[in-house]
């Protein structure tokens, strides 16, 4: 029972043993409000275990996988869940699906890891008996794809969604456009795509998500309890949106389209009216496209955009996201531009103080953290990495683990921070292998600090419950970094 990642709040192993054993006459009783739930649950463990597994809301006694709605205690919140294993049963109990969607995920991994086989495998298909009493230290547990730098297909982030989910996840931020590509498709804008979509670093054909497309991404994340934050980074990082309408451009001159992986270099006009008809359009149909609460408005690294502009762009744009019933996020530069309490800043530097991010808690803004010298997940692990970039430093799985957001950031306490990110930027990483060799083992240790309580922070225990993963991975079909800091299988 103590090998879940995250490490749940609590964790009581039944002291007389036994187990409970999945069988062909396992029905999984989903009670009204949990039948989506018991879907997903079944379909994860049909293709190994061969099981019908049939969904019902009908009550049984034995030999039931039972997911429960109501009836808990108050401590466990919106995403919380107890779930209580012997040898009749198994019962999941929540106050909401997130929080039965939890659940699933510690039972999958106190299943053995050939239930992760897609294929039939041999059982027994055993959880062990005991009680687990859990829900998360943070609201926010984020991952990042930039599906900008290289464009990633529908289906490789779907991969990527269903191997976040399995460590609690809970927020999929997507950075839709940069310098070198354009993501996402805007109906009264359409040549940011077709020609602003059209390529990606190094040069390759790129590639975008047509809103149908989209659509079906932001429901599938929803379907395992992960909310899609869609990220169109501006002033700068807008290369891609500049070559596609020479008239955003300050001189009324197109820029080619850029493929190389310099940052900072682009600005939109911040002076011309139609910027301003630009972005309104844009975030009036992301924000039609998103049933999260948060727009991502970017403003990192606007190396050509004075401070003054900066500040004028934003104080136009800040309440435009308002206007649209959702609320900004931004990386932390955007303090800049004083955004309203409710803004979510995310901090990516590499110290532990920032006057920008102090002034912000001061004012009462709440802070996500992702520090790129901790939570990037595209820095390399050392000198020898094939993949990634070292501008942050390497990154081993110890020092992606070593850090408590609570007390991270000078002036910034545990009640102002909203969670964690692991942001992975794709200027080297072409393909879900290279996603998940960068990923794998360091998005567990990120997940585990946004969600275990700091009492279970521990390095021993961390390194062991992350080697016994591993088994699950390869039958995942993931590719990981096989890190000398880890004993393997
Ligand atoms: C960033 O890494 N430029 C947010």
């Not at 460590?167 to 310098?179: P, Q, S």
């Not at 390869?474 to 590719?479: F, H, M, P």
Request: overall charge negative; glycine content about 10%; aromatic content about 10%.
């Amino acid at each position: 029972m103590n090998q879940v990642i995250p490490a749940p709040v609590s964790v009581a192993p039944d002291r007389n043993g036994g187990e409970f054993r999945l069988t062909s006459q396992t029905v999984i009783q989903a009670e009204r409000g949990a039948q989506r739930v018991g879907e997903y649950l079944a379909g994860l463990l049909r293709p190994a275990t061969g099981y019908r597994l049939p969904v019902t809301g009908d009550r049984r006694s034995d030999g039931t996988i039972s997911l429960a709605l109501g009836r808990v205690d108050a401590q466990l919140g919106d995403e919380g869940y107890e779930l209580e294993a012997d040898r009749r049963g198994v019962e999941i109990k929540a106050r909401t699906a997130a929080g039965l969607l939890n659940g699933v995920q510690s039972l999958r991994q106190l299943l053995p890891a050939q239930v992760e086989s897609r294929s039939l495998a041999r059982g027994p298909w055993t959880v062990p008996a005991g009680r687990i009493v859990d829900y998360p230290r943070f609201a926010h547990r984020g991952a990042m794809l930039d599906v900008a730098r290289h464009f990633f297909a529908p289906d490789e982030v779907k991969r990527y969604i269903d191997q976040i989910s399995l460590y609690k996840i809970n927020e999929l931020h997507l950075h839709l456009a940069d310098d070198q590509g354009w993501r996402i498709e805007i109906k009264s804008w359409p040549r940011l795509t077709t020609y602003g979509g059209s390529t990606e670093v190094g040069g390759g054909p790129g590639g975008y998500y047509t809103q149908e497309q989209y659509r079906d991404l932001v429901s599938y994340a929803a379907a395992r309890g992960i909310a899609v934050i869609p990220e169109i980074d501006m002033p700068g990082h807008t290369n891609a949106a500049l070559a596609s309408y020479a008239e955003l451009n300050c001189d009324g001159v197109a820029p080619p389209l850029y493929t190389g992986t310099d940052v900072g270099f682009s600005s939109l006009c911040i002076d011309k009216e139609i910027t301003y008809r630009f972005v309104g359009d844009v975030l009036r149909e992301l924000a039609a496209l998103t049933p999260g609460e948060y727009l991502h408005i970017g403003g990192d690294e606007a190396h050509v955009t004075t401070e003054p502009d900066y500040i004028k762009f934003f104080q136009r744009v800040l309440p435009m996201v308002e206007a649209l019933g959702k609320k900004v996020s931004g990386w932390h530069e955007l303090i800049k531009a004083t955004p309203a309490v409710s803004a979510l800043p995310q901090y990516w530097g590499t110290t532990n103080s920032n006057a920008l991010v102090t002034d912000a808690v001061a004012r009462g803004n709440k802070i996500l953290l992702s520090p790129a010298n901790k939570s990037y997940l595209d820095m390399k692990y050392d000198e020898n990495t094939p993949l990634g970039l070292s501008w942050a430093g390497f990154i081993e799985v110890d020092d992606a683990y070593g850090w408590d957001p609570g007390t991270y950031l000078q002036g910034v306490p545990e009640s102002s921070v909203a969670g964690v990110e692991a942001p992975l930027w794709s200027e080297t990483l072409e393909n879900s292998d290279h996603i998940e060799f960068m990923a794998f083992p360091r998005l567990p240790a990120i997940a585990e600090l946004g969600w275990s309580p700091w009492s279970t922070h521990d390095w021993a225990s961390f390194r062991s419950r992350l080697a016994a993963q591993a088994p699950r991975w390869t039958e995942l079909g993931i590719d990981f970094y096989r890190s000398p800091q880890i004993d393997w299988p």
